[in-house]
């Protein structure tokens, strides 16, 4: 079963509908304990960051999610989910991220507009089993007006926003995407396709 | 880079949906479902669904909409038309929509804007403006364009914003049906003075209105409806004219396979 951490902020309804699209059966999961019985985790977010922390800590989802990592379990970070990866945010300083990777979150600057809303072309900077299907120049969903910076060696895609911004990080068993994959079209679903046959939770062969 | 966003429009109306002009003149035009996985496979970056139906069955009706598109399609959605409490929008967004427009219940009680978007934040949060040119300004009308307010349409989007709009939707009544193309003046003057996304209608009638739009505004996106219901225009042939004008557009994806 793949778990959809479910502590209260975002379209979740989205992401589980979108798994259900590749084949994947994806439960919300309010309980932190019930994220030792996960086959793989979707850690979504949207809105503030500081919100977001406070809630999913709140909850006692961090040890949980700790515990996942140190044992393998596939994890997938979708935007302030991506963004939870990281040590903290600007956006609210007092707020911990889970601190997965070392960098922090700014707000962006130099673009027309903030929040970045819509379509836009990632550069495709490293490779990562779960974006065996995703090619240089693929369109993604953002929708943010804040993104991570790392100075670990993770970065796997980036998108040019008043700048060259951080779009995909990963490493073994863990990625996180800035954008929303469950709302990026086909380029979306097969991310998440990839993803979900990272572990048992495709219950059938996918064809569309 | 950022590409612009070709938006089709569906009125429905007691989960069908239905076009004349906007607002009158109401043709059955199909099942919203399978027009919005139509424009979906023509390359729609979003879609906007504005539910006019008034009846007291309006509340379970636009949030099975919202829950039924969800099941199928995985591009960005809007829900607008008559929402007016926070609650409502929250069942909207909960069953998979990204967005929420509010209009006329924003315009009678402007707090609607701030309470959604601190509940679900800005980014699901749309301010849709219907306006028409009086005098030296553009007014703000509200009940479907029947009904004037007096408010200044350009300090409206401002408040809006202020207020925590993540995104503007406006409706140009004086262009709406007419085909004579988008009203660029209006679209500006409001692109300008706020610094969230903007969304242009009403007018639109062929690719080289979107061209128009982009080549000569700040505006982030185009949207129609009867056009692109009547198949008098297609979302592909917007998007072929944009990148022909060095318009960045998202390019047709590779089918899911």
Redesign the interface.
Same mark, same amino acid.
């Given at each position: 079963m793949i778990a959809i951490v479910d502590y209260g902020v975002g *379209?979740l /309804?989205?992401v589980r509908? /979108?798994l259900a699209?590749v084949g994947a059966r994806a439960e919300l999961v309010r309980e932190p304990t019930a994220l030792r019985a996960a086959t793989a985790i979707v850690l979504p977010g949207? &809105? +503030?960051f500081g919100h977001c922390s406070r809630e999913f800590h709140r909850m006692g989802f961090a040890p949980e999610l700790r515990g996942a990592r140190g044992r393998g379990v596939p994890i997938l970070g979708i935007c302030v989910g991506m963004q939870l990866l990281f040590e903290g945010s600007e956006e609210d300083r007092g707020e911990p991220g889970l601190a997965f990777y070392r960098g922090s979150v700014v707000k962006l600057s130099g673009a =027309? !507009?903030? =929040?970045?809303? &819509?379509? *836009? $072309?990632i550069h495709k900077t490293g490779e990562h089993p779960w974006l065996r299907d995703v090619r240089d120049g693929d %369109?993604f969903?953002?929708?943010h007006s804040y993104a991570a910076e790392t100075s670990d060696d993770v970065t796997l895609g980036t998108v040019?926003?008043g700048g060259e911004r951080l779009a995909i990080v990963g490493s073994d068993g863990l990625l996180g995407v800035q954008f %929303?994959p469950?709302?990026? &079209? $086909? +380029?979306?679903? !097969?991310l998440l396709r990839a993803f979900a046959t990272a572990d048992a939770g495709v219950v059938a062969s996918v064809? %569309? | 880079m950022l590409t612009k966003r070709i938006i089709p429009c569906l009125d429905v109306k007691d989960g069908r949906v239905v076009k004349g002009t906007r607002f009158a003149d109401l043709r059955d035009a199909g099942d919203p479902v399978e027009l919005a996985t139509r424009y979906d496979r023509d390359g729609a970056d979003e879609l906007v669904f504005l539910d006019i139906t008034a009846s007291a069955e309006k509340r379970r009706t636009v949030v099975e909409l919202a829950a039924r598109v969800a099941d199928v399609l995985f591009i960005p959605f809007t829900v607008g038309g008559g929402i007016g409490s926070a609650d409502l929008a929250g069942e909207i967004l909960r069953v998979g929509a990204d967005k929420v427009a509010v209009n006329s219940a924003a315009v009678r009680d402007p707090a609607i804007i701030g309470e959604i978007a601190r509940r679900y934040g800005s980014q699901a949060t749309v301010l849709s403006i219907d306006a028409r040119h009086v005098a030296d300004h553009w007014e703000v009308v509200i009940d479907g364009g029947r009904m004037p307010t007096g408010r200044d349409a350009v300090a409206w989007a401002t408040d809006g914003v202020a207020r925590g709009a993540g995104e503007i939707l406006l409706n140009s009544i004086d262009r709406d049906g007419t085909k004579l193309g988008f009203d660029l003046a209006f679209t500006d003057a409001v692109a300008r003075a706020v610094a969230v996304p903007v969304i242009a209608s009403g007018g639109a009638a062929s690719a080289a209105d979107f061209v128009d739009l982009f080549a000569r505004t700040q505006a982030d996106a185009g949207l129609a409806a009867s056009i692109f219901h009547y198949g008098e225009l297609t979302v592909g042939s917007v998007k072929d004219a944009l990148m022909a004008a060095g318009i960045p557009v998202r390019p047709r994806e590779r089918a899911f396979a």
């Open positions: *379209n /309804a989205s509908k /979108a699209a949207v &809105g +503030n =027309p !507009r903030v =929040p970045q809303i &819509g379509w *836009n $072309a %369109h969903y953002f929708v040019e926003y %929303h469950e709302k990026s &079209g $086909a +380029n979306g679903l !097969r064809s %569309h | -």
